[in-house]
Nanobody, 115 residues
Framework: QVQLVESGGGLVQPGGSLRLSCVAS????????TGWHRQGPGKERELVAS???????NYADSVKGRFTISRDNLLNTVYLQMNSLKPEDTAVYYC?????????WGQGTQVTVSS
């Protein structure tokens, strides 16, 4: 089993920054993919960014150049640095980890971008 706990969400003005953190515990394999998804109001959940082995990254087109995903394998923590935030980035952000043939999810953290 794997447990994921997110932190770092909140309210920020357009153009601002936030950093999300997700601490994983349990049967973690450090080369397995992990990352962040989000679900905005009235929208389906979508992949924001993923990272594998701390080297290979993938981003949604809507966040490229603004968001950066990173991973600290010693701390079993994945981060999402979000810069130049826009109102359309408003969503619940979910940490995600794939292992043992299944997906694991955190409880979600709310990010609201508004003036």
């Amino acid at each position: 089993q794997v447990q994921l706990v997110e932190s770092g969400g909140g309210l920020v003005q357009p153009g601002g920054s936030l950093r999300l953190s997700c601490v994983a515990s349990g049967s973690i394999i450090r080369i397995n993919p992990t990352g962040w998804h989000r679900q905005g109001p009235g929208k389906e959940r979508e992949l924001v960014a993923s990272i594998t082995s701390g080297v290979f990254t993938n981003y949604a087109d809507s966040v490229k150049g603004r968001f950066t995903i990173s991973r600290d394998n010693l701390l079993n923590t994945v981060y999402l640095q979000m810069n130049s935030l826009k109102p359309e980035d408003t969503a619940v952000y979910y940490c995600w980890y794939r292992g043992g043939g299944r997906d694991y999810w955190g409880q979600g953290t709310q990010v609201t971008v508004s003036s």
